[in-house]
């Protein structure tokens, strides 16, 4: 079974740029989670997805949205990049039973310059 | 702010030794679970453990937790080169769905 796919793996972008993240489930999971890891201040939790709905957010400001697709892929879009937003994100995908375990992809490095 | 904090944030122990990470949160949770993190690639599920369940074990690897001290420990057996990583804590809380919310992490040096 293949694993979580996340493309683009690098991205280096300007400072008032936008940019979309992309994320395709395992096969049969429902439910899309993403995350952001920076060394300061570690892996935060930005929103979950299942079934083309948006079940949970995390504290990130409204330039951090995301959705996801009848296929169960998910995207995620930043506008405006500030520097602070250079991390590597990672999406998780789950069977959708809400507190399963989750399959990370091998994530997409931002930096914003 | 995060809900966990573990504890050693760094250990280097020799091959074949034993490794062991703590991990404490501060809310009530429905399951705590631990990933592995290869040299800022993604997280590797490894195991987890249900607020009613006290121990768990999976080939080298024993959970522990403790609800009422709020507290979870992970021991690596017999260590190997390739253990090396960094080791996450995440717990999910009630009613919040599939949301992660880690601890800063474990990095776990093994030498050969």
């Known amino acids: 079974k293949a694993g979580v796919t996340q493309t683009p793996r690098y991205l280096i972008k300007t400072r008032g740029q936008q940019v979309t993240l992309s994320c395709s489930p395992i096969s049969g999971h429902r439910s899309v989670s993403w995350y952001q890891q920076t060394p300061g201040q570690g892996l935060q939790f930005l929103f979950e997805y299942f079934s083309e709905t948006q079940r949970n957010k995390g504290n990130f400001p409204g330039r951090f949205s995301g959705r996801q697709f009848s296929n169960s892929r998910s995207e995620m879009n930043v506008s405006t990049l500030e520097l602070g937003d250079s991390a590597l994100y990672l999406c998780a995908s789950s069977r959708g039973q809400g507190s399963a375990e989750q399959y990370f992809g091998p994530g997409t490095r931002l930096t914003v310059t | 702010s995060q809900q966990g904090e573990e504890d050693p944030q760094a250990l280097s122990i020799q091959e074949g030794e034993n490794a062991t990470m703590n991990c404490s949160y501060k809310t009530s949770i429905n399951n705590l679970q631990w990933y592995r993190q290869n040299s800022g690639r993604g997280l590797v599920h490894l195991i987890l453990?249900?607020?009613?369940?006290r121990e768990k074990h999976s080939g080298r690897l024993r959970v522990t937790l403790d609800t009422s001290k709020k507290s979870s420990s992970l021991l690596i057996t017999a260590s190997r080169a390739a253990d090396t990583a960094s080791y996450f804590c995440a717990t999910v809380i009630y009613n919040q769905g599939g949301k992660l919310i880690f601890g800063q992490g474990t990095e776990l040096s093994v030498k050969p």
């Open positions: 453990i249900r607020s009613n369940e």
